[in-house]
């Protein structure tokens, strides 16, 4: 006490949630499933290191046009995918930053696991151009939903077109029993939350409605989507035409959209690892050969990831120097 005015000592601050051992743990998990999933590439690169090595050697002295039709590819995809997301959002965004945004978010993609560099680009772009956080986090899902309808329609439009190619794996009646029972488990507690989620569901389905109250927009929205995925399955069909692969491009095509469907349930930077995996088996089991299939992983990776990846880093330091970002 010291004239009249109380004068207490403030204590050490106490650790948040994000200091619990549980809170650390699930903050590692996908960092230790990403190491997981490179070592288990690293070991396959090194047992089928002569088939990789051939690989190569048919990649460099593939048709250059070709190439260069999947590079132009790629190029267009940027334009495909901020072309979505305008579509997802009513208000009018800055076309080109937001294009610039979305090739920044290609090479953030490549670095942080499950899509959560493009989604943390994209987040941050929106939020600058003058939308709240949660309209910025339905703008987001909109945009993945359509991805993600858009994608499972192609998937099954050309499962039909090539039937017999995929094959549903056969799950046992105690495995489905046992997931239903973890999903109730998960959701019990989750019941005292249930009404925030349903305002949020009322939020998103309002701006969901106001999107496609304007047909430019819900068009931009399908439109870019469609082209999004169908431009990377041309990618790799044309890499596919330039080491000389066989295969028909529509099964060319589906193995693709499955095997990456099929590697974005692991969460690793870009499907690095899990969507080589996928591909390269995905070819082998639709007739590739061991080498061809492995000069089409590569040359797709090549086009998608590596070369883009520098420049990519190099555009979002500017858009954060500029605070774009």
């Known amino acids: 006490m ?8 403030a204590g050490p601050p106490r650790p948040g949630p994000s200091g619990t051992p549980s809170a650390r743990v699930r903050a590692c998990w996908p960092v230790l499933l990403t190491l997981a999933v490179l070592v288990v590439a690293v070991v396959l690169a090194r047992r089928h290191w002569p088939v990789l090595e051939t690989g190569a050697g048919r990649l ?13 590819a790629v190029v267009t995809t940027w334009l495909c995918s901020a072309l979505a997301q305008q579509g997802a959002v009513a208000q009018p965004l800055p076309a080109g930053r937001l294009v610039a945004a979305q090739f920044a978010a290609s090479a953030a993609n490549h670095v942080l696991p499950a899509g959560l560099g493009a989604g943390a680009v994209n987040l941050r772009f929106l939020m600058r151009c003058g939308l709240p956080a949660a309209r910025s986090l339905t703008a987001l899902a ?18 039909l077109a090539c039937p017999g190619l995929l094959h549903l794996p056969r799950v046992p ?6 997931g239903l029972a973890a ?22 389905t309002a701006d969901i409605r106001a999107v496609h109250a304007l047909p ?9 989507s469609l082209a999004f995925a169908a431009l990377h399955a041309l990618v790799v069909i044309a890499v596919a035409q330039a080491v000389g692969l066989s295969l028909p491009p529509v099964r060319v095509a589906l193995v693709y959209l499955a095997a990456s469907t099929a590697a974005a349930l692991l969460p690793t930077p870009g499907g690095l690892g899990s969507l080589d995996a996928a591909l390269a088996l995905a070819l082998t089991v639709a007739g590739a050969p061991g080498a061809a299939a492995a000069s089409v992983v590569l040359g797709y990776r090549l086009l998608t990831v590596w070369l883009p990846l520098l420049p990519g880093l190099l555009v979002l330091a500017v858009l954060v120097r500029r605070r774009a970002l």
Not at 173 to 178: D, E, L, P, Q, S
């Open 2 to 9: 010291t004239d009249g005015v109380r004068v207490t000592r």
């Open 173 to 178: 009646g105690a495995y489905v029993a046992g």
């Open 60 to 72: 460099a002295v593939a048709d250059h046009p070709w190439l260069l039709a999947a590079a132009a």
């Open 142 to 159: 909109v945009k993945t939903a359509a991805g993600g309808i858009v994608r499972g329609t192609l998937i099954v439009v050309l499962a």
């Open 216 to 224: 430019r927009r819900a068009a931009a929205l399908w439109g870019g």
């Open 183 to 204: 999903v109730c488990l998960a959701a019990v507690p989750t019941a005292r939350l249930w009404p925030r989620c349903r305002s949020a569901a009322a939020r998103v």
